[in-house]
């Protein structure tokens, strides 16, 4: 049987927040079914509200869906076997202002069971990958949006992750460091590493992807190929404005 690095089965996600006049629900998610096979890099698209946010908190374990079943290499997210194959950048990472790049990552290190010498190795690789190097003496209080994009994106490649869960890793960047991040993730993938992305970028996810889901009102409205959109007139952008018309 195969094991693909991420699979939804009928999954819904619905939020409750209380009201005046009682309880209110938001369903995120609903009847959400996909399969993403390993070693790819794959994108989600979709307007604000579509769910993608709420998709990547639920493939990392910091969700549980109100049905339907979650998988990650065939293990469920929230265990600590699918944790340690999983690497997240969060839409807006945070680090204490107070601490240096090295710092913050060996932190998270030692949560991913990092120690000793390959804790200081794995930090020294993360942040040359991630160009921090340069940066090494400043404090996080003194890094742009730009900078914390890099150290997000180190923190979650420090553990050499199989699946590495990025939501919207390019936000804030000039273009120079959007072209260095595209390039790592392209190596990260040629070593075999999965990639899920979401992003506003419908030019980056072209770039990236080989394939791309497509959430409206959280439903996938389409699943699309690199051979699909490359063929059509438009490219991806044509047909990601007809699916959520």
Same mark, same amino acid.
């Given at each position: 049987?195969?094991?693909?690095?991420?699979?939804?089965?009928?999954?819904?996600?619905?939020?409750?927040?209380?009201?005046?006049?009682?309880? %209110?629900?938001?369903?995120?998610? $609903?009847?959400? #079914?996909?399969?993403?096979?390993?070693?790819?890099?794959?994108?989600?698209?979709?307007?604000?509200?579509?769910?993608?946010?709420?998709?990547?908190?639920?493939?990392?374990?910091?969700?549980?869906?109100?049905?339907?079943?979650?998988?990650?290499?065939?293990?469920?997210?929230?265990?600590?076997?699918?944790?340690?194959?999983?690497?997240?950048?969060?839409?807006?990472?945070?680090?204490?202002? $107070?601490?240096?790049?090295?710092?913050?990552?060996?932190?998270?290190?030692?949560?991913?069971? @990092?120690?000793?010498?390959?804790?200081?190795?794995?930090?020294?690789?993360?942040?040359?990958?991630?160009?921090?190097?340069?940066?090494?003496? %400043?404090?996080?209080?003194?890094?742009?949006?730009?900078?914390?994009?890099?150290?997000?994106?180190?923190?979650?490649?420090?553990?050499?992750?199989?699946?590495?869960?990025?939501?919207?890793?390019?936000?804030?960047?000039?273009?120079?460091?959007?072209?260095?991040?595209?390039?790592?993730?392209?190596?990260?993938?040629?070593?075999?590493?999965?990639?899920?992305?979401?992003?506003? #970028?419908?030019?980056?996810?072209?770039?990236?992807?080989?394939?791309?889901?497509?959430?409206?009102?959280?439903?996938?409205?389409?699943?699309?190929?690199?051979?699909?959109?490359?063929?059509?007139?438009?490219? @991806?952008?044509?047909?990601?404005?007809?699916?959520?018309?």
């Amino acid at each position: 049987m195969t094991v693909h690095a991420v699979s939804f089965a009928g999954v819904e996600k619905t939020y409750k927040r209380a009201g005046l006049l009682g309880a %209110k629900y938001t369903t995120a998610v $609903q009847d959400l #079914s996909f399969e993403l096979p390993g070693g790819e890099v794959a994108g989600l698209l979709g307007l604000n509200g579509a769910g993608k946010t709420t998709i990547m908190k639920l493939l990392t374990g910091l969700l549980f869906p109100n049905a339907g079943k979650v998988r990650v290499f065939g293990l469920p997210p929230s265990g600590q076997d699918a944790k340690r194959r999983v690497g997240f950048l969060p839409e807006l990472p945070y680090f204490p202002p $107070q601490v240096k790049p090295a710092d913050a990552l060996a932190y998270y290190g030692r949560l991913s069971g @990092l120690a000793g010498a390959e804790l200081a190795q794995a930090v020294r690789g993360a942040m040359e990958r991630t160009g921090l190097e340069p940066h090494a003496g %400043k404090r996080v209080a003194e890094f742009s949006k730009g900078m914390l994009q890099r150290l997000g994106l180190a923190q979650a490649l420090l553990h050499r992750p199989d699946l590495l869960v990025l939501d919207e890793p390019v936000s804030g960047l000039d273009p120079l460091a959007i072209h260095d991040i595209r390039g790592l993730l392209a190596s990260l993938n040629a070593e075999g590493r999965t990639v899920f992305l979401s992003s506003h #970028s419908i030019s980056e996810v072209e770039k990236l992807c080989s394939r791309v889901l497509i959430m409206v009102r959280g439903r996938l409205a389409r699943t699309v190929k690199r051979a699909e959109w490359e063929a059509a007139p438009g490219g @991806l952008e044509a047909i990601f404005v007809e699916a959520v018309k």
